[in-house]
């Protein structure tokens, strides 16, 4: 008896889990919320700039930007190079420019000056890592950035697009949450009154590209991906892409979720 009764409390919790991951699941394959493919014309992009393409999402983001026809130069601001990087440049598509300092932007004027829009993809994980730190790379690094990159550019349209995080609120316990909220409403306020809009993407779990992905990374992305909270990071490059084509659309300070990040994602693969 004893027995049956700690089965029951062990299974009964995982009975309801897997009902509402069926219907949650079951729920998001059922929605018709596809966005309309873009048919008219594609705001100019032709030359864009990625900040943190060694990184999970960035990778992603440099394979939907060197698959894109529509884009002609990729600026590469990195401390190192990976072979994506490597064959980008083999491409001629890639110009690389090995930088370390992303408080100051003074010796770049005239690559970033170049940039139709940017994809900044610079982050850290916030294990062991102190507020000030965590708070000078996701708010201090592309605030700069952002600040010099106006004045350098004479272009009468700019866009920023700045992988936030979901779950963030100035209310949260952890620090990573109320310092990705900051870094949102910095960046917005910087480009308010001027011709830039920063987008913020805020996805939940990011799964790897194919190439980078291990079998782990993949086991959590399926297990998460059916209810909505995990995307690719090629998604994200390709959502970016989308969002930068359809210009004005987009106003400053928008912000899209997972879900969006998927939709949008699927009208570029459709475009």
Do not use: C
Request: no cysteine; aromatic share 10%; hydrophobic share 45%.
């Amino acid at each position: 008896m004893k027995r049956l009764r700690l089965k029951m409390i062990l299974l009964v919790p995982l009975a309801l889990f897997g009902l509402v991951y069926i219907a949650g699941a079951l729920t998001l394959a059922m929605k018709d919320d596809a966005i309309a493919v873009f048919e008219q014309r594609i705001a100019n992009h032709e030359t864009i700039a990625i900040f943190g393409a060694t990184g999970t999402a960035g990778d992603g983001i440099l394979k939907a930007a060197l698959a894109n026809p529509e884009i002609n130069k990729i600026h590469v601001f990195t401390r190192r190079v990976t072979p994506r990087i490597e064959a980008g440049v083999d491409s001629g598509k890639v110009e690389v420019t090995l930088h370390t300092d992303y408080l100051d932007y003074s010796s770049v004027h005239e690559q970033i000056a170049e940039a139709d829009a940017v994809y900044w993809a610079i982050g850290t994980n916030s294990i062991g890592v102190d507020e000030k730190t965590y708070g000078m790379i996701h708010v201090d690094f592309p605030a700069r950035f952002v600040d010099a990159w106006t004045t350098a550019s004479d272009k009468p349209d700019l866009s920023f697009h700045y992988i936030s995080s979901s779950d963030i609120s100035e209310e949260s316990s952890a620090m990573w949450a109320r310092e990705k909220l900051r870094a949102e409403r910095t960046l917005f306020e910087l480009a308010e009154g001027t011709v830039l809009r920063v987008i913020a993407y805020r996805p939940d779990y990011i799964g790897p590209t194919d190439e980078e992905a291990h079998l782990g990374q993949d086991l959590i992305f399926w297990f998460f991906a059916p209810v909505g909270a995990a995307v690719r990071a090629e998604q994200i490059g390709q959502a970016m892409l989308e969002v930068t084509a359809r210009g004005a659309e987009f106003k400053n300070g928008d912000k899209l979720a997972t879900r969006s990040i998927v939709r949008y994602s699927d009208a570029y693969e459709r475009r």
